[in-house]
């Protein structure tokens, strides 16, 4: 695969300890509990706004779906969820890019979306859409209306070349994982911060996790490694957990930003020989990532409802219809966390799927836009 080098970390290993905010284990461990006990009901739908009539908006109209890498199964797993929102809102069709993560496939994508004459594009997942700004501009001179979701952070400003965003709390997914090792750990935690600093939505959860932990009296050392590497037998997840609990054997714990590096995690635990000792909390709620957490070999993950997001997407694609030419919009479209541990993973689904376990607010967006 390509990586975007304009976007490029080095692969690194780094190591940060801070003197404890809390006074005592115990004060650690209860504060990151009563923060975690916060994320453990179902959600309640909100609606994102007024009654649409989605039938009439999305009338033979196509959207293009570019994701950050197509092969990351979240980000497969993010565009069929679109997919099937596109289809209930009455859309004639949806396209989904190939994206390989690079800056030039997603540009190649938007301009294949502007061939086709779609409606909108929806850069999804971690598009750096800050990096395609002339193809977007190009698309919405062409009347296309372009929408970037869960790219980003609500802390990041909208910018004004996007016709809108829905924002995903990255920063708060981060903490939850650090809350989780804390508890996990008896207020001892000494954790691997996994990021990828090509993928944006890590700019805003990395440092937030690994504050968390600081402030919970922990220590942590970070590996940064891109999309692209995460495999690599010699520089991708598995190897440098490897050799990072080789070097620190008193590490107790791994925190991936996305649970697509959490098998990979796993894997480079059990390769140093620490499996069941050393534990994993990570993000996303993916189907693979969530049989992991029903096995009991992913200590808990902090859940994003898939198909909410996709219906939320395809929200936002048929508000920004309505007034195509605006620009900057933040659509708040209310996305939730779970956290799910071994005790309540069956909820999603034995084998898991994208439409389980969350509380069904596809049927409030179905209301909303008047579907039966």
Do not use: C
């Not at 509990?33 to 959600?43: D, G, N, R, V």
């Not at 694609?317 to 007034?323: E, M, Q, V």
Request: no cysteine.
């Amino acid at each position: 695969m390509r990586v975007v080098a304009a976007l490029a970390g080095a692969t690194m290993l780094s190591s940060l300890v801070a003197a404890p905010a809390f006074s005592s284990d115990s004060a650690a461990v209860a504060a990151a509990k009563k923060e975690l006990a916060q994320y453990t009901a179902l959600p309640k739908f909100v609606a994102p706004g007024a009654n649409v009539n989605a039938k009439a908006i999305s009338k033979n109209k196509t959207v293009m779906i570019v994701p950050y890498l197509l092969a990351i199964p979240y980000n497969a797993g993010f565009a069929d969820a679109v997919k099937l929102a596109n289809a209930k809102a009455g859309f004639k069709k949806t396209e989904v890019w190939a994206s390989d993560g690079s800056v030039t496939s997603w540009a190649a994508g938007i301009t294949q979306g502007i061939a086709d004459h779609v409606a909108v594009i929806d850069l999804i997942s971690g598009v750096a859409a800050g990096y395609v700004v002339p193809q977007i501009n190009q698309a919405r001179a062409a009347g296309i209306v372009v929408i970037g979701s869960t790219n980003d952070d609500p802390s990041v400003p909208t910018p004004s070349y996007l016709s809108g965003v829905v924002p995903l709390d990255y920063a708060l997914a981060g903490k939850l994982e650090a809350d989780q090792g804390t508890v996990s750990t008896n207020g001892a935690l000494n954790a691997i911060v996994i990021t990828s600093t090509q993928v944006p939505p890590s700019l805003s959860m990395t440092p937030v996790v690994e504050a968390r932990v600081n402030a919970l009296g922990g220590k942590y050392k970070e590996i940064n490694v891109q999309p692209a590497d995460w495999g690599s037998p010699t520089i991708g997840i598995a190897a440098q957990v490897q050799a990072a609990i080789a070097a620190d054997p008193t590490i107790n714990y791994v925190l991936p930003n996305y649970d697509g590096e959490a098998a990979l995690a796993i894997a480079g635990i059990n390769a140093a020989g620490k499996s069941g000792s050393v534990k994993v909390a990570s993000f996303n709620g993916t189907p693979d990532a969530m049989k992991l957490v029903q096995a009991g070999t992913l200590e808990m993950n902090v859940g994003e409802d898939l198909a909410w997001a996709g219906y939320a997407t395809t929200d936002a694609n048929l508000r920004a219809l309505l007034k195509p030419k605006s620009v900057g919009v933040t659509y708040n479209e209310h996305l939730p966390f779970i956290i799910f541990t071994k005790a309540n993973a069956n909820n999603v689904g034995v084998p898991p799927n994208l439409t389980s376990g969350y509380g069904n607010a596809q049927l409030g967006y179905l209301k909303v836009w008047g579907v039966k």
